[in-house]
């Protein structure tokens, strides 16, 4: 995969989000979840780009680092989320797939990155 492709996968990753975050129900807990979950998934793509104009192999790493934060909070507020509308459990899994499946290249990128810098 290559970096346009992924970087493309965060974008769309981060838009699946709002439009889901846009179909459920407003109320207090989706409200706070939805608020997390927001930040969390669209900071996943905006961070990949960053870590493609890292000034070093440990800023790019840093970055990265944040990514795998990023999506793995995504995976929990997805997760909460799915407890409180059930009738969305369907595209809510699909969403924490692509979010599992977006934080394992990131860890293999920051394992990759840090075994050719040694």
Do not use: H, W
């Not at 961070?47 to 999506?71: G, H, M, P, W």
């Amino acid at each position: 995969m290559t970096k346009v492709e992924l970087l493309a996968r965060f974008r769309q990753f981060a838009i699946d989000v709002a439009l889901l975050i846009n179909d459920l129900p407003k109320n207090t807990i989706n409200n706070t979840y939805c608020g997390q979950l927001i930040r969390s998934s669209s900071s996943t793509g905006a961070n990949y780009r960053a870590s493609q104009r890292a000034k070093s192999t440990a800023d790019f790493i840093n970055k990265l680092k944040i990514v795998e934060e990023e999506a793995d909070e995504s995976i929990f507020f997805l997760d909460l989320l799915s407890v409180f509308n059930s009738q969305f459990k369907d595209r809510i899994e699909k969403l924490m797939k692509e979010a599992n499946e977006l934080l394992s290249i990131t860890v293999a990128s920051i394992i990759t990155a840090r075994n050719n810098n040694k």
